[in-house]
């Protein structure tokens, strides 16, 4: 199994796919990181020699990925709502921050259902 960042990729993937199991890489950069890295895409991980595994390594490096990239985004988080931007409200408010509806869907960032007092059922 190789291990990159930390990460221990699946040895059973293709090198492409399995890159994907770090933070910051999917598919398309994948596809490019063993292209510039002169690695087949299509050969499995636990199959890869010390060389090409070194040779990903450096390559991954080229890019913010992991921690660095985790780090980054949180940061970017907290400037939006330090200087009170519409996104930093609604990150403040835990809404829904790209644009959706939240008067039906807003469940993953809303949280559980409140539940209202005294609300009765209609009866017929």
Do not use: F, W
């Not at 660095?68 to 940061?75: A, G, I, Y």
């Not at 960032?109 to 017929?124: I, S």
């Amino acid at each position: 199994m190789a291990r990159i960042k930390n990460i221990e990729l699946p040895g059973e993937k293709h090198t492409c796919i399995g890159l994907t199991a770090i933070y910051g890489i999917g598919r398309p950069l994948a596809k490019t990181i063993c292209e510039k890295a002169k690695v087949d895409p299509s050969k499995k991980i636990k199959d890869l020699t010390d060389d090409e595994i070194a040779s990903l390594r450096k390559e991954i490096d080229n890019y913010p990925v992991e921690g660095d990239l985790r780090r980054e985004v949180q940061m970017s988080i907290k400037n939006k709502m330090e200087i009170n931007c519409y996104q930093g409200i609604r990150h403040k408010k835990g809404l829904p921050v790209r644009g959706q509806r939240t008067n039906r869907n807003a469940r993953t960032r809303k949280g559980k259902g409140k539940v209202v007092a005294n609300k009765k059922k209609a009866t017929k």
